[in-house]
Nanobody
Framework: VQLQASGGGLVQPGGSLRLSCVAS????????IGWFRQAPGKEREGVSC????????NYAESVKGRFTISRDNAKNTVFLQMSSLKFEDTAVYYC??????????????????WGKGTLVTVSS
C-alpha cells in the first residue's frame, strides 16, 4: 500500500487548509484510512480516520468541530478539511491506513501503512 499526502503549507490562525492523500495498493475493500500528526517535541497523535466499510469516522477531541475527513472512492483519495486552525495545529501530518476497518483505537501502534508527512504551519 502506498499513501501520498499533499496540501500542507503556511496558514494564519483561523484559516483553513485541505490535506489530500492518494492511496493505492489495497488488496482488500475493508480498511481504515486517516491522519496522524506530530508536533515538534511531541508524540505522534491520531487526528482522524474514516472507514471504507461504512464511512464511519473518528476524530481527536482537539479537532472535533473544526476538522472534517472525507473520501472520494473514485479517486482513491481521502481528504482532511481543516478549519479554524490554531497555533497548536502546527505539525507534520501523516496519512496512514490499516487493514482493520473499524475507526476506534486510531493509534500509531495500530497502523499498518504510513505515508510521508506534509507540514502544516499555523502562524501569523
Amino acid at each position: 500500500v502506498q499513501l501520498q499526502a499533499s496540501g500542507g503549507g503556511l496558514v494564519q490562525p483561523g484559516g483553513s487548509l485541505r490535506l489530500s492523500c492518494v492511496a493505492s495498493g489495497f488488496t482488500s475493500d475493508f480498511y481504515a484510512i486517516g491522519w496522524f500528526r506530530q508536533a515538534p517535541g511531541k508524540e505522534r497523535e491520531g487526528v482522524s480516520c474514516i472507514s471504507s466499510s461504512d464511512d464511519s469516522t473518528n476524530y481527536a477531541e482537539s479537532v472535533k468541530g473544526r476538522f472534517t475527513i472525507s473520501r472520494d472512492n473514485a479517486k482513491n483519495t481521502v481528504f482532511l478539511q481543516m478549519s479554524s486552525l490554531k497555533f497548536e495545529d502546527t505539525a507534520v501530518y501523516y496519512c496512514a491506513a490499516r487493514n482493520n476497518w473499524l475507526v476506534s483505537g486510531w493509534t500509531s501502534s495500530a497502523v499498518d501503512y504510513w505515508g510521508k508527512g506534509t507540514l502544516v504551519t499555523v502562524s501569523s
